[in-house]
């Protein structure tokens, strides 16, 4: 019998970190893991195909062309398991405690993927001869950008597309609170250096005529927001479309208290911007945050210089209808004009994503006589089944960058079912999975598929 725990862990054991060169041989062994899995378990055909970063697997069960057909989409990588000495049990082995399983990549996004793998598995073994055509796109750069997919979709346009894609990579809110998933927030990013004299110097011998890159940097660096916490970029929030009354509505059901949020994050105090509130502003509401800065001297004690260089990792989190490229151009502009004298300047732009949304028809008004409208029902009347609740839905601030590419290229809404929770420690130590949410989800990712293949 297929134990989808047990395979979570296997899956979990191949440190597939797509931002480490070092970490070839964790995403060769995943590849092949996830691969063999969806051959022996689901009688897929796969294929691993190359790209110039890390394959993308892409498994199908094929069938009649009249039948209609899902794509299941996930990714395999995984973010760097640092700072190691802040996990309490080996990241790249899975442990269960209490109902949870601890491990890089059980909630971000391994666990995810093989809630469907275990709908699948299910169904088909009640169901052969299930009429469903299903596309598994499993890739391996989420977490860097997806730099490379976007052109497999283009260059495979045809076979990749179905009626709807199916996926889980972002969070709920709780064990009894189910939550469908209606956008994601995009991304711009960059990367901002300052150079001053062109080694360190002596700040006593030549203090004074020089311009510190690491005093520069401070000024434009705070110069990026107003006093309120608004982001002080002119034109930036030109295009924000404010959250529809039935949003908020629906964050306000949620009746979630700030300060266990603020207890959960461990900050002496939560401190939204202007016009939004606690939860409302980590998905409604844009941002532009200090992913990462430095310059001068990190060791212990002091060291007199000036330092020659400074840098900053800047990422705005975007909302509708802001256009990922146009807020790099407008960063890199202000950037530009700030720059203080006594410096100069280099930007570097990163991987970015426009802002998602989807809606179900009953929100949307389209026909719900459709595979992805029987899908959404199908997922309402699950989770209600599941969870004894109905579903929330709700955007959430993260970002699958690809996910617009995917309705671009290949024509496709996603239904995003989540699974992980708000306390699962995505990106950090101790990342987890709950195993109760596990199960459910994979019950409604049953149902789902189900309702889909019989047209009902
Ligand atoms: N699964 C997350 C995205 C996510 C997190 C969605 C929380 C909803 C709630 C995904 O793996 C991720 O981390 N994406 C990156 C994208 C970036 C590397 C371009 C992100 O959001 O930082
Ligand atoms: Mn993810
Ligand atoms: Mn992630």
């Known amino acids: ?25 964790g995403i060769e062994g995943a590849v092949k893991f996830v691969g063999n899995l969806l051959e022996k378990e689901l ?21 009649r062309p009249e039948w209609p057909h899902v794509v299941i989409y996930g990714h395999y990588d995984v973010q760097p398991a640092d700072p190691l000495e802040e996990w309490h049990t080996p990241p790249f082995e899975g ?23 275990a709908a699948m598995a299910r169904l088909l073994e009640r169901r052969p001869d299930l009429p469903l055509r299903v596309t598994f796109l499993i890739e391996g750069e989420e977490e860097i950008g997806s730099v490379n997919l976007a052109s497999v979709m283009e260059a495979r346009k045809a076979e990749l597309s179905g009626e709807f894609l199916l996926m889980s990579d972002t969070t709920g809110i ?15 990013a960059l990367e901002v250096r300052l150079r001053g004299p062109r080694q360190d110097l002596h700040s006593g011998f030549h203090g004074g005529p020089v311009m510190n890159p690491v005093r520069a940097l401070a000024k434009l660096c705070a110069s990026l927001h107003d006093e309120d916490g608004r982001v002080n970029i002119p034109g930036f929030y030109d295009e924000v479309v404010p959250p529809q009354d039935w949003e908020r509505e629906e964050m306000a059901r949620l009746d979630r208290d700030p300060e266990d949020y603020r207890k959960l994050l461990g900050v002496p105090e939560l401190c939204p911007p202007p016009d939004f509130g606690v939860f409302e502003s980590r998905c409604f509401g844009p941002t532009l945050e200090f992913n990462g800065i430095g310059g001068g001297y990190q060791g212990s004690g002091s060291k007199t210089i000036i330092p ?7 990422s705005c989190r975007l909302v509708p209808n802001q256009d990922s490229a146009r807020i790099l151009d407008l960063v890199e502009q202000t950037l530009r004009e700030r720059c203080p004298k006594g410096v100069t300047m280099e930007v570097e732009r990163h991987h970015g994503g426009d802002p998602y949304v989807v809606l179900p028809p009953h929100l949307s008004g389209e026909p719900a006589d459709t595979a992805k409208g ?35 290229i290949l024509g496709m809404d996603a239904l995003m079912l989540s699974v992980a929770l708000q306390d699962c420690n995505m990106h950090s130590p101790n990342e987890k999975l709950d195993l109760t949410v596990f199960e459910r989800c994979s019950r409604v990712s049953e149902k789902i598929l189900e309702a889909v293949a019989d047209g009902a």
Do not use: N, W
């Open 95 to 117: 442990v269960v405690k209490d109902g949870e399983l601890f491990g890089r990549g059980t909630a971000d996004d391994k666990g995810p993927v093989m809630v469907h793998i």
């Open 374 to 408: 029987r899908a959404f029902r199908a997922a309402d009347l699950a989770i209600r089944e599941q969870f004894g609740s109905a579903p929330h839905y709700l955007r959430e601030g993260g970002s699958v960058p690809i996910l617009s590419d995917i309705k671009r």
């Open 43 to 63: 009688g897929c055909t796969v294929e691993v195909a190359p790209t110039a970063g890390h394959p993308v697997v892409i498994a199908k069960r094929e069938g």
């Open 308 to 314: 020659a260089r400074a840098f900053a990792k800047i």
């Open 1 to 25: 019998m297929f134990d989808p725990i047990k395979a979570i862990i296997d899956f979990t054991a191949h440190a597939s970190v797509s931002a480490d060169p070092e970490a070839k041989p």
């Open 174 to 188: 709780g064990r009894d609170d189910e939550s469908i998933t209606t956008g994601l927030r995009g991304i711009s």
